[in-house]
């Protein structure tokens, strides 16, 4: 079963912020939500994480809802170079101190001049 | 510092054939990991590393083996590749488990077709 759900697609004009929705309804308390993107096939590349607060960095901003079912990752001021596949990933700890990332199917976020 | 990179960057297979994908960070970092992506379809989890001499499965492990002989470098192999196993292969590294350590770096993806 899918850990996260994501649109499959959106678009957002350049120089607006683009609101990126992910749900993760089953999430447990110690599960931190990610997100990472992919351009043109690259590699992921990092771009945030929370666990209960809103977070910000340089990048975007991440909002999690009170009851941590679904998270929202937001870019200020988008640019074409934002054109990618957004990627919401919970990460789930296991016993033995290691981790595992569970990718989404991703959004494919298009910024329009 | 070269971050994580990945030999080869694309390669075809017959069916039944046999490689061995490498990995290598300069970052240090303990924990390593091989991801397999399909097309339209997030990244999956092959195997992990959580230091030199250890390997541990993830979410698809079968028909791959791994091994971590040196903390710089982490090896897929597949002993008999299947048409199933045509994809792109991701290797990702990171630090630590908790926090912002636990960043995972990726290298640029090996692009594997099994004819």
């Known amino acids: 079963d899918a850990k996260t759900t994501q649109p499959t697609s959106m678009d957002c004009a350049e120089g607006r912020a683009a609101n990126l929705p992910c749900n993760h309804s089953?999430?447990?308390?110690?599960?931190?939500v990610y997100w990472y993107r992919q351009i043109h096939s690259q590699g992921p590349q990092y771009i945030i994480h929370?666990?209960?607060n809103n977070e910000t960095n340089e990048m975007a901003s991440l909002i999690i809802t009170e009851d941590r079912k679904s998270s929202t990752l937001i870019l200020p001021h988008a640019t074409l170079r934002d054109t990618a596949v957004y990627y919401c990933?919970?990460?789930?700890?296991?016993?033995?101190?290691?981790?595992?990332?569970?990718f989404g199917t991703g959004t494919s976020l298009t910024v329009i001049p | 510092n070269a971050g994580v990179t990945q030999t080869p960057k694309f390669r075809v297979l017959k069916t039944g054939q046999s490689m061995t994908l490498l990995c290598a960070q300069d970052?240090?970092?303990?924990?390593m990991y091989w991801y397999r992506q399909d097309p339209g379809m997030g990244l999956r989890l092959i195997h992990y590393?959580?230091?030199?001499?250890?390997?541990a499965k993830g979410e698809v492990p079968d028909g791959y083996n791994v091994s971590r002989l040196k903390k710089q470098n982490f090896l897929l192999g597949l002993e008999s590749a299947a048409p199933s196993q045509t994809s792109v292969y991701f290797c990702?590294?990171?630090?630590?488990?908790?926090?912002?350590?636990?960043?995972?770096?990726f290298g640029p993806g090996t692009r594997l077709t099994v004819l």
């Open positions: 990702a590294s990171s630090w630590m488990p908790s926090g912002r350590e636990n960043e995972q770096f």
């Open positions: 089953t999430i447990s308390g110690n599960e931190y």
């Open positions: 929370g666990l209960k």
């Open positions: 990933i919970v990460r789930v700890e296991w016993e033995d101190t290691g981790n595992q990332f569970y």
């Open positions: 970052m240090n970092h303990e924990y």
């Open positions: 590393s959580v230091g030199e001499g250890t390997t």
